[in-house]
């Protein structure tokens, strides 16, 4: 019985031996580390000057990557809650001062969709293991801690030694979801095109139309929520240190924003304006702006910008503003 012990300590041993280093393998890959976008956060400056928080329009809007005059980070991410803006702010805050603009983008169901409180979580809050320590997950439970923190060799992931070899062995061009969505498809020569590349007008708008109501379901009766909560208690976390605050809402296509019913548009913009009233801020609405609808390749889809388009609206978003942002005074 002793040596069937030993035997199965040893045995054991290896094992996890084995796991801890294919472990080690996975998490160094160029796959990993790009794994739900969240590269970008190993990559986050001692010093931020302008950081743009939200989901994926937010994500998709702001592409500081070509300006070295100023340290910009995009710290948004596709399903992204207001909850999780705050729990990146809290993390970096202490990169921020007086000199730094927070971006807040909202988004027509940002202030009022629930956060995911019911296991299984999905991977829009599994992924925040890669980055964040526990006190900033809600939902941080010892189960999922060790599969996508610890050992996320364990988690949920596919092809896990073909995905190690290929890094290995430089095989692929690994890029992340965000990356690929921010693609070009296509070259942007010819006239202006009023449907998005291989679309017919008539599936864009019903796409646009299928998008609008699933916003408006997840927002419910708009009733101010964790998310509402969360967006006030980061203008006043900013105003507390002097952190500048501009409040945006990213360019989408009409057969999106025009989807929406009347009485949610009204109460959106009444929740906006209540706001920045009361924090004396203020809003830049994009929304059916004429200058990001002259092409419509200028988006990936119904209202997302695409590579092309986040870089023309950066620069008109600066040019728009340069007299009132903090950090190119």
Known sequence: MKKFLVRVCIMGSILMALLLGLNVLYINTDYYKNLNDMKKFSEVPEHIDVVNFGASHSASAFNWSGYEEFN??????GSQTVVYDEAFFDYYVDRMDENTTV???VMFKTLYEQEPNEKPYPTNITRYYQVLPSKYIKQWNLVDAIQYK???????????????????????????EFEL???VAGELTGEPTQVLSGWAEDAMNAEGQRRASVFMELSG???????YEAF????????ARNIQVVLVSAPTLPCFYESFSDSFMDKFYADMQEICEKYNLEYYDYTGDERFLQDYRWYSDTDHLNGYGSVLFTEEFLNDHRDILNFLK
Do not use: F, T
Not at 150 to 176: A, F, Q, T
């Open 103 to 105: 971006i807040l983008e």
């Open 72 to 77: 910009g980070v995009n710290m948004a991410l």
């Open 181 to 183: 969505q921010q693609e």
């Open 232 to 239: 006030i208690r980061i203008i006043e976390k900013c105003q």
């Open 150 to 176: 610890y050992i996320p060799v364990l988690g949920n992931r596919e092809n896990i030694v073909s995905k190690i070899v290929n890094d290995w062995m430089k095989k692929e061009d690994v890029k992340s």
């Open 221 to 227: 009766d708009q009733s101010h929520g964790e998310q």
